[in-house]
């Protein structure tokens, strides 16, 4: 079984940082690639960045210079650094493993962004 729990949201002014962190027990983080997806009211949820468990990272387009997604392997968290908070940056934040065994969900945490 394994398990995701994020933590690090909260409420912020636009301009602002915050950084999300996500501690997986179990012992499947080495190996799965990791990341954090949104979902804001009455959307979908979408993929905001992700790293591979060789370090690869990817960003959507509406994040790339803002946020930095990393991972501490010997913690078995994955954190996601975001500067420079928009309004619209607003949603749930939900971390995600992606391995060969399978693919878990966080409860996620929420971030809103005051303008």
């Known amino acids: 079984q394994v398990q995701l729990v994020e933590s690090g949201g909260g409420l912020v002014q636009a301009g602002g940082s915050l950084r999300l962190s996500c501690v997986a027990s179990?012992?499947?983080?080495?190996?799965?690639?990791m990341g954090w997806y949104r979902q804001a009211p009455g959307k979908q949820r979408v993929l905001v960045a992700s790293?591979?468990?060789?370090?690869?990272?990817n960003y959507a387009d509406s994040v790339k210079g803002r946020f930095t997604i990393s991972r501490d392997n010997a913690q078995n968290t994955v954190y996601l650094q975001m500067n420079s908070l928009k309004p619209e940056d607003t949603a749930g934040y939900y971390c995600?493993?992606?391995?060969?065994?399978?693919?878990?969900w966080g409860q996620g945490t929420q971030v809103t962004v005051s303008s």
């Open positions: 995600n493993a992606d391995h060969l065994l399978g693919r878990w």
């Open positions: 179990g012992s499947i983080f080495r190996r799965a690639a």
């Open positions: 790293i591979t468990s060789g370090g690869w990272t």
